[in-house]
């Protein structure tokens, strides 16, 4: 028999989206786990004991976890199509810088445009419109980050797109008119399947985040 992959995931998750997008690049076939993250399974809490987070990816029964650390390795333990990472290590050097960027600003300052008003929204819309024109002059006239080919950068960025919507509702500014080229270039890589498949609805999302406001009285 093949691999045994399952995929302990929560729908909205963007990290769940690269894992899902680096799958589908590689043509890996899963079992999808759906987990309630308000009432975490004993397989969720013993494949993940460290963090208790989605996503995990369990391969063969051995789990690995933190959604760069598992595309990483997708990458390594199927190597026969898609690379995802340069093999030339400096190459490979600044997608990881440029991976961990999107990990420490977008997630971060996305989450606090919906979970702040007023002047502290403010100043995360301010913040998260300037790295997203970091990502747009890095990306430059390039199809993707890492040249020709969709890669890890990509992998990392893109899930985000399905929530700039919700972003954009909330805090009542338009990424696009800021950055027309980085969206420009998310909706090219809608075009591709293993991204089409991976990325959720905008407006699920968006009444997703609505309702969490609303339970945090945010709303
Ligand atoms: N750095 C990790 C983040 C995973 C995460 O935040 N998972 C969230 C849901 S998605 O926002 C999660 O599992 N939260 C449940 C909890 O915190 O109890 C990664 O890249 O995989």
Redesign the pocket.
């Known amino acids: 028999a093949g691999d045994q992959v399952t995929l302990l995931n929560?729908w909205a998750?963007p990290?769940g989206m690269r894992v899902r997008i680096a799958l589908a690049e590689k043509g890996v076939k899963y079992e999808y786990g759906e987990q309630d993250?308000r009432n975490k399974t004993a397989l969720l809490l013993q494949m993940n004991p460290v963090h208790?987070?989605?996503?995990v990816l369990v391969h063969n029964g051995k789990p690995a976890c933190?959604?760069?650390i598992i595309v990483q390795y997708i990458n390594e333990a199927w190597k026969d199509k898609a690379p995802l990472l340069p093999s030339d290590p400096y190459q490979g050097a600044l997608s990881r810088f440029w991976a961990d960027f999107v990990d420490k600003k977008i997630y971060d300052l996305g989450r606090k445009i919906w979970t702040t008003k007023r002047e502290d929204q403010e100043s995360a819309k301010k913040d998260f419109i300037d790295s997203l024109k970091l990502l747009e002059g890095e990306l430059g006239d390039k199809p993707y980050f890492g040249g020709d080919t969709l890669g890890y950068v990509d992998v990392a960025l893109l899930p985000f797109y399905c929530w700039f919507y919700a972003y954009e509702t909330i805090g009542n500014f338009n990424i696009e008119a800021d950055c027309p080229k980085l969206i420009a270039y998310c909706k090219r890589c809608l075009q591709k399947e293993s991204v089409s498949k991976s990325l959720e609805d905008p407006q699920k999302v968006s009444d997703f985040v609505v309702m969490m406001r609303k339970k945090l009285g945010l709303e």
């Open positions: 929560f998750s990290f993250l208790s987070k989605i996503l933190e959604s760069l």
